[in-house]
T-cell receptor, first 110, second 115 residues
């Protein structure tokens, strides 16, 4: 089966850096996605990792270690608008389906 | 590019009635569309996967006779909640993908309230 774990909630200060971790167990692996979701809205794409290593995209970076079944999303120079839920989702083998974690609700405080 | 729309954005219906939700890919051909349900403070749960021109594949625990999915064209999929009950009240989100890409493009979601 598929299992995705990430912390339920995190709080960080405006301007700071926060790292949101995700561990996954899937039947095969075809990549890991991070999505941002504001309350009452659909998820928006942040990143996709399929190879080990760090991918940087502006203030957001995502890291993957396939051998450890581990990923993290790094948010730098936090802004109030970054307050949202961050969803980790993995793609198993032989399927295009995404299995989502329960999401990490990030609160950015002044 | 890669825009997905949903209609309606919000709907309120009475218990026992049926509601249809449309999902459209506006600027690409969606070979596969997915329907998710999200309850408050929970993550997205996949309900079904539909490929254009074929029957949808439902996840375990999702009643195919209650949640009717039609994917008649490469740009449109519909989800019909039949004989809706208050426990069906939820946020329904569709997504679409094309070709061999794993990325899914999400619609804005439909908030269903059954009274």
């Amino acid at each position: 089966g598929q299992n995705i774990d990430q912390p339920t909630e995190m709080t960080a200060t405006e301007g700071a850096i926060v790292q949101i971790n995700c561990t996954y167990q899937t039947s095969g692996f075809n990549g890991l996605f991070w999505y941002q979701q504001h309350a009452g809205e659909a998820p928006t794409f942040l990143s996709y990792n399929v190879l080990d290593g760090l991918e940087e995209k502006g203030r957001f970076s995502s890291f993957l270690s396939r051998s450890k079944g581990y990923s993290y999303l790094l948010l730098k120079e936090l802004q109030m608008k970054d307050s949202a839920s961050y969803l980790c989702a993995a793609v198993g083998a032989g399927s295009y389906q995404l299995t989502f974690g329960k999401g990490t609700k990030l609160s950015v405080i002044p | 590019g890669a825009v997905v729309s949903q209609h309606p954005s919000r709907v309120i219906c009475k218990s026992g009635t049926s509601v249809k939700i449309e999902c459209r890919s506006l600027d690409f051909q969606a070979t596969t569309m997915f329907w998710y349900r999200q309850f408050p403070k929970q993550s997205l749960m996949l309900m079904a996967t539909s490929n254009e021109g074929s029957k949808a594949t439902y996840e375990q625990g999702v009643e195919k006779d209650k949640f009717l999915i039609n994917h008649a064209s490469l740009t449109l999929s519909t989800l019909t909640v039949t004989s809706a009950h208050p426990e069906d009240s939820s946020f329904y989100i569709c997504s679409a993908k094309t070709g061999s890409s794993y990325e899914q493009y999400f619609g804005p979601g439909t908030r269903l309230t059954v009274t």
